[in-house]
């Protein structure tokens, strides 16, 4: 964990990031801890994740939860997640001019969806289309959606964290062309704590 610990680290946020480090996640995410900006917050941690099915990898993705107990004025609040999250998509759909609007209610309504309280929502999605010329010409046409986004997370308890992290991998999941779960089937928790899914 990356974390300033001059002072101790808050009870709220250590709870906080074990239970990023030891979520249960769905199979077709294989998520690893990586290391967190040093300068943004005094707290951070951060995760990224592949998103792979069938053997095909679909797409990628990294969540950063900031901490500053003192509180944070451009935040609204003392807690932040940052999301980056790339996937592949059919080249006609980087073609829609509702694209962009489809893919930021990809996060607000997961959000929603998994009742994890919110403020302050930003964030960017781009759609980027690539055709391969001259000797690299037969290489299919790619097409790729990004979704930048950070948002202040209503956090007074392990369980709203919980809310938030099933939220960002639903995000992951649809953007990659995955359904979320259906309700009340739930990933296998791992058989140790802190083992990540593989």
């Not at 906080?16 to 996640?25: G, S, Y």
């Not at 959000?111 to 010409?137: D, M, W």
Request: hydrophobic share 40%.
């Amino acid at each position: 964990m990356d974390a300033r610990r001059d002072h101790g680290t808050p009870q709220l946020f250590d709870a906080a990031a074990q239970a990023m480090l030891t979520m249960p996640w769905r199979p077709e995410l294989k998520v690893d801890q990586i290391p967190a900006p040093q300068k943004i917050a005094p707290f951070a941690v951060a995760i990224s994740a592949e998103i792979t099915s069938n053997g095909e990898d679909l797409g990628t993705g990294r969540l950063v939860l900031l901490h500053d107990p003192d509180g944070s004025p451009s935040w609204d609040g003392d807690f932040r997640c940052v999301s980056f999250s790339r996937a592949d998509v059919d080249p006609e759909m980087v073609t829609d001019p509702l694209l962009s609007e489809v893919g930021w209610s990809w996060l607000l309504e997961a959000l929603e969806r998994n009742q994890a309280a919110y403020r302050a929502p930003s964030g960017t999605v781009t759609a980027v289309s690539s055709k391969s010329f001259g000797g690299i010409a037969e290489d299919p046409a790619r097409a790729e959606v990004e979704v930048r986004a950070s948002w202040t997370p209503i956090i007074n308890s392990v369980e709203d964290v919980n809310a938030h992290l099933v939220a960002w991998s639903e995000l992951l999941c649809l953007a990659a062309g995955l359904p979320p779960l259906p309700e009340g089937v739930v990933p296998i928790t791992p058989r140790r704590p802190g083992a990540w899914p593989r």
